[in-house]
């Protein structure tokens, strides 16, 4: 694996099951209004970053001229490309590479979307450096992650990750480097219990998993997400 990749359990073992909770997420398109209302990528070069298999590489190229999915995981940067030979989606391309090492040039992106990118955050400044060379003037850069701090979804994953930064840890490291929060209500919708409690399955530990189940019912769970922008 290439140096400074971060273990992504979820889709790296239970790849199939990933695909369920990408489908769940964002039921309402709430988050891509948030970030469509942050910037436009109609006609310009779209970064997405740690794409995994590609799940939102064809939504951006309906619009987008061009776009880029990088990811450092080999078997998933093929089921990436696989993806988009599938639906013949000609204007987007994927490539081997890490946030930190980002296989482009200087100056060649518009618009930047990193979603769950464990790879940014405290001790990922290099990928950060990194944002400041490709990106154009003039473009944007969207993360997306977890906000623990609300939400049904933001207890359980305090519940489950009681090791990470706290969320005002988290919310300060991006403020003071100049990026802007909008709080998205994502929420995430199943089409069964069954697909439900198999992604909560890969998020969580066992014991984790079994209380948010037994106390959680019904197909959908209230889920708030952080989308951190910056303008270069
Ligand atoms: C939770 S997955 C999300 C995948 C995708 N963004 C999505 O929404 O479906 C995180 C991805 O980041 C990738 N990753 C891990 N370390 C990385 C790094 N240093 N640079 C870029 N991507 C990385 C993992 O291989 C994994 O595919």
């Not at 490539?95 to 980002?102: D, L, S, Y």
């Not at 060649?108 to 464990?118: F, K, L, N, P, T």
């Not at 014991?207 to 037994?214: G, S, T, Y």
């Amino acid at each position: 694996m290439k140096p400074g990749t971060i273990p992504s359990p979820n889709i790296w073992h239970h790849t199939a099951t990933y695909e369920l909770e990408n489908r769940a997420a964002d039921p309402d398109g709430r988050l891509w209004a948030a970030m469509q209302a942050r910037t436009d990528w109609t006609g310009r070069t779209v970064l997405d970053l740690g794409c995994g298999t590609g799940f939102h590489l064809p939504a951006f190229a309906g619009t987008a001229a061009h776009v880029i999915g990088v990811e450092p995981h080999a078997g998933l940067a093929k089921l990436a490309a696989r993806r988009l030979r599938t639906r013949r989606v000609a204007n987007a391309e994927v490539r081997e590479g890490t946030a930190q090492a980002i296989p482009l040039p200087d100056a060649s992106v518009d618009v930047v979307h990193a979603r769950w990118a464990y790879f940014f955050g405290r001790g990922c400044e290099p990928g950060l450096v990194e944002l400041d060379r490709v990106v154009r003037r003039g473009g944007t850069a969207l993360v997306i992650d977890n906000d623990g701090s609300r939400s049904t979804f933001g207890g359980w994953f305090r519940r489950g990750y009681p090791h990470l930064d706290p969320p005002e840890e988290t919310e300060r490291f991006w403020s003071v480097r100049g990026w802007t929060l909008d709080r998205v209500d994502m929420g995430w919708r199943f089409a069964s219990r069954a697909d439900l409690e198999a992604v909560v399955r890969i998020e969580f530990t066992r014991e984790v998993a079994d209380q948010v189940l037994d106390e959680h019912r019904g197909l959908e769970v209230d889920y708030a997400v952080n989308l951190w922008s910056k303008r270069f």
